[in-house]
């Protein structure tokens, strides 16, 4: 019963790559009252999304690596968000959140999941690194953990030794082909509304 | 049968239990630690605490994540145990898998947070006066990411003897710091390793010469203080320093150190001095790839040992450790079995009864190690042969307790510091052999 399943996922990851994904353009504001459309853009932006959570202690263990994977994705060119996907969180708790954890990038609240349903984010952390094809397509290059921080829920090293998103944004801004494109997210759930 | 299953099933699930049902259950196993100024990192106390979390915490709980308990198997009966009753799990994640539901028409009450004991009268604090700051990730140390610690010496300026039956110790980090172990110094050993180092504390484990990390026991995750029991207390000659080791776990965040250590004066004058009896091994040497090394220790007791605490200690390539005592008579006991090690969870486990151990006794102390790719907790990516050894173990486990009389206290130290030495290959300063009581 698996290979049938896994030859369905094939040929819908084909068709994905052929004719890439479409979003609606989800505007959301930062804590700063700023407005973003992380989903739009013009065409061979590279965006990065990362999905997060405040409390939840695997995401906050890989903030640093997180906000070097921001730096470096901005210096290429691109643009990194953070999105939070609990909707009771205020602003005042992301700034606070984004202070202690020395976060620079643009932290969004996705209250009503609409980037949760569009990337079919599930965890957090959890990570996006999207090529633009402009009027809302975008092509999945990367997708999943930021790290190997943990090999799953309870199993934490001691250090990072793969940097799977940092990775993966270099080889894309340099035009490269990324190696491996899916790795398995670990961290909490994101109770959809 | 399948009544017999049903009856079964119906004896331990309860598909409409309500908040109000699982909160007693939440609150005794996981609102202990997950409030506001706890260990958790983040709150168990209202309803919507866990229903926002449900499918992380059923996961947890399904994979016996939580709430975190090393001992298992054949383990003796130990203080604070926190092993989940069956039946509390399977309501709990049952719950949690039928949507967290609260009863209709009703307000879900929140859990109310715990109220940590204060320290028995008497006990006096020592505040830990360094400016440490608990760095967001791991920094390659000299152990190269063994695990994170630090160490501190804290002056007590003590200029008589104290006798004490319990220490504790207060983290302003409780996510951060899990296990702090404490030595009594009066050589001043802690202060010049930290005059060397021109960082704030110092590098290095807490092992003071002969005296191990934790000869003074320690705290652990959930646990600020150990209380020894009737009869039994630690000695602290006069003029000398705590020396603390720190064990924490980087949160992503710095967060400053602003602890204190308490204390707990002994009152009873006929209590017997606790020594540390160290088993365990000195070297290891494990290729790259091994998936199950097994490494072992004997050491046979020169005298009876009444053993109240066992504290073990391993790196994170090692994955089960076990303790037992094969007794003259021919009998075996298991003191200490833990399955799945896990560093961050260590903590120094009290008996619940003292365990008696006669002359002759042989301890066996033995440590699965899993120096493979499949190790998550394997530091080295790829794994790189481990070749270590040192003087006061690389895995071992730590007994307090203390021998009938002060003489049979000193010989079990002394053969314990020579095992210690000739594996070493080296000698150290003995410290201050126990007195006898003076005659009336």
Redesign the interface.
């Known amino acids: 019963m698996r290979t049938p399943v896994i030859t369905l996922m094939c040929v819908w990851l084909a068709a994905l790559a052929l004719a890439g994904c479409t979003a609606p353009p989800a505007s959301l504001s930062d804590h700063d009252g700023l407005v973003h459309t992380p989903l739009d853009g013009d065409e061979g932006d590279l965006v990065v999304v990362v999905f997060s959570s405040t409390?939840?202690?695997i995401a906050?263990?890989?903030?640093?690596?997180i906000e070097r994977a921001s730096r470096e994705t901005t210096e290429a060119g691109g643009r990194f968000y953070l999105v939070h996907a609990?909707p009771?969180l205020t602003a005042e708790r992301t700034r606070t959140h984004a202070r202690?954890?020395?976060l620079t990038m643009p932290v969004i609240v996705d209250r009503n999941h609409d980037l949760v349903r569009t990337l079919d984010a599930t965890i957090t952390p959890e990570a996006y690194l999207l090529r633009m094809r402009g009027n809302g397509r975008y092509d999945i290059l990367y997708h999943g953990s930021v790290n190997?921080l943990?090999?799953?829920?309870?199993?934490?090293?001691?250090?990072?030794?793969?940097h799977y998103l940092r990775d993966a944004v270099r080889s894309a801004a340099a035009g490269k082909e990324i190696e491996v494109s899916q790795r398995t997210p670990f961290g909490?759930?994101i109770?959809r509304n | 049968m399948h009544a017999i299953l049903f009856c079964l099933l119906a004896s331990t699930t309860n598909a409409a239990d309500t908040w109000s049902d699982v909160s007693p259950i939440v609150s005794r196993h996981c609102s202990t630690c997950h409030h506001d100024a706890g260990s958790g990192?983040?709150p168990l106390l209202s309803h919507?605490d866990l229903?926002?979390?449900?499918?992380?915490i059923a996961?947890?709980l399904r994979?016996k994540?939580m709430p975190p308990w090393l001992p298992g198997g054949d383990s003796p009966p130990l203080h604070d145990d926190r092993t989940m009753p069956k039946t509390d799990r399977t309501r709990l994640i049952a719950w949690l898998d039928a949507g967290a539901p609260t009863a209709e028409g009703t307000e879900p009450v929140a859990i109310t947070p715990p109220i940590t004991p204060s320290f028995p009268a008497g006990t006096f604090t020592v505040p830990l006066d360094e400016p440490f700051v608990i760095p967001?990730?791991?920094i390659?140390n000299e152990h190269r990411?063994?695990?994170?610690t630090w160490c501190f010496v804290i002056p007590l300026d003590n200029e008589d003897p104290l006798r004490v039956r319990g220490i504790g110790w207060k983290t302003a980090a409780p996510?951060s710091v899990h296990t702090v172990t404490l030595v009594a110094d009066d050589r001043g050993r802690g202060r010049k390793r930290d005059e060397v180092d021109p960082r704030v504390g110092f590098e290095r484990d807490g092992d003071l010469d002969r005296d191990i990390s934790g000869s003074l026991g320690g705290v652990g995750i959930g646990l600020d203080r150990m209380l020894l029991p009737p009869g039994f207390h630690w000695s602290i000659p006069a003029h000398s320093d705590l020396v603390a080791e720190v064990k924490y776990?980087?949160?992503?965040?710095a967060l400053p150190l602003g602890d204190q250590a308490y204390l707990v004066p002994a009152d009873d004058v006929a209590s017997r001095e606790v020594i540390a009896v160290v088993t365990g091994v000195n070297r290891l040497k494990v290729p790259a790839g091994e998936k199950e090394h097994e490494a072992e220790d004997r050491f046979t007791l020169p005298a009876a040992f009444d053993v109240i605490a066992v504290i073990p200690r391993a790196r994170?390539e090692c994955r089960s450790m076990r303790l037992s005592a094969n007794l003259p008579d021919g009998t075996q006991r298991t003191l200490l079995d833990i399955p799945d090690w896990?560093a961050?969870f260590r903590r120094p486990y009290l008996f619940k009864s003292i365990q008696s151990l006669p002359a002759g006794t042989i301890l066996v102390s033995r440590f699965i190690i899993d120096n493979t790719d499949g190790n998550?907790?394997?530091?080295y990516?790829p794994p790189e042969d481990l070749r270590i050894g040192r003087r006061t173990g690389v895995a071992g486990f730590t007994l307090l307790g203390a021998g009938s009389d002060a003489a049979a206290s000193n010989l079990l130290l002394k053969t314990s510091q020579r095992v210690m030495d000739r594996r070493g290959s080296q000698t150290r300063p003995s410290r201050t052999p126990i007195p006898s009581p003076k005659a009336p």
């Not at chain 1, 906050?60 to 690596?65: E, L, V, Y």
């Not at chain 2, 229903?51 to 992380?56: E, P």
């Not at chain 2, 998550?376 to 530091?379: A, T």
């Open positions: 409390d939840c202690p906050n263990a890989m903030a640093p690596d609990r009771e202690e954890y020395e190997n943990y090999g799953s829920v309870g199993n934490r090293r001691q250090n990072i030794s793969e909490c759930y109770e | 990192p983040f919507s229903a926002g979390r449900r499918r992380f996961e947890i994979r994540l967001p990730e791991t390659e990411f063994h695990q994170d996510q776990r980087p949160l992503g965040r994170n896990d961050h998550p907790r394997n530091p990516d």
